[in-house]
């Protein structure tokens, strides 16, 4: 007990505990954002650092229990399907996350608040990208981003919605990808940092701590998205991105 107020007081826990569940009550409709929101409300009140190392084993979990909803087999499938993307995103991810302390996180921010943005608005005017079949040069581009971003900030999610939201992806088999992805990115994640230093024994109870409001507010989430249809899933979505890329844009410039 004494190590949990060690790091943070009893007001500040129950902050980051309530964000944790909402974290997960938005990955629960749309699959994704679970490390955004994390990220996006700890550094509120808590060293960006600590708020990285805090989002690690949840995010960990919560995609491990996304990509396993339908089953072992769908998800080795959406496994098959995608090894470009996990590949080349992986490699880049072991390898950014050791620039953590180097690159300042407002820089970071920025350019990933203007391309969300960006994409977003062109979706909705109806310009967005439109991807008819998967192409390995443009896998390999969107799995590389997505692998730079989540070693740098934890946070690889918006380029592969972006990559299945172009290619049409059913919504069922969206989630379910995005589990797979962000489930061995989260494994990869882990590794780097507990290798770069950010993950461990000081910063490991905010993380565990995490874990059990991130899975309520996920369940809970899974029920709102049984009910939505396909084109309102794409709709949240959208909406949901648009709100983390105007956040990341505000978090850059005040920082």
């Not at 996304?66 to 072992?72: E, K, L, P, V």
């Not at 172009?166 to 990869?188: D, N």
């Not at 249809?229 to 850059?252: M, P, W, Y």
């Amino acid at each position: 007990m004494d190590m949990l107020f060690s790091l943070l007081p009893p007001g500040l826990w129950i902050a980051a505990l309530s964000i944790a569940m909402l974290a997960g009550f938005v990955k629960g409709v749309v699959g994704f954002a679970m490390p955004m929101v994390l990220i996006s409300g700890l550094t509120s009140f808590i060293e960006p650092e600590l708020a990285l190392a805090g989002l690690i084993l949840p995010t960990l979990v919560a995609n491990v229990s996304q990509a396993f909803r339908q089953g072992f087999l769908p998800a080795l499938a959406s496994a098959r399907r995608f090894w470009v993307y996990l590949t080349v995103g992986g490699v880049v991810l072991v390898a950014s996350a050791q620039l953590v302390r180097i690159l300042p996180i407002s820089v970071l921010f920025g350019l990933i608040g203007t391309v969300v943005t960006v994409f977003v608005l062109v979706q909705l005017v109806g310009w967005g990208l439109t991807l008819a079949r998967q192409r390995s040069g443009v896998e390999a581009g969107f799995g590389m981003i997505a692998g730079f971003m989540g070693g740098i900030s934890g946070v690889w999610g918006l380029p592969t919605v972006m990559y299945l939201t172009a290619l049409g992806t059913e919504k069922t088999e969206q989630m379910r990808t995005q589990g797979v992805i962000y489930g061995l990115g989260s494994v990869a994640l882990l590794a780097s940092h507990v290798g770069s230093g950010v993950l461990r024994a000081e910063t490991v109870p905010l993380s565990a701590a995490l874990i059990a409001p991130a899975l309520l507010g996920q369940w809970f989430g899974s029920k709102v998205l049984d009910r939505i249809d396909q084109v309102a899933f794409k709709r949240v979505t959208l909406l949901v991105l648009l709100v983390a890329g105007l956040n990341l844009i505000r978090r850059a410039v005040m920082a």
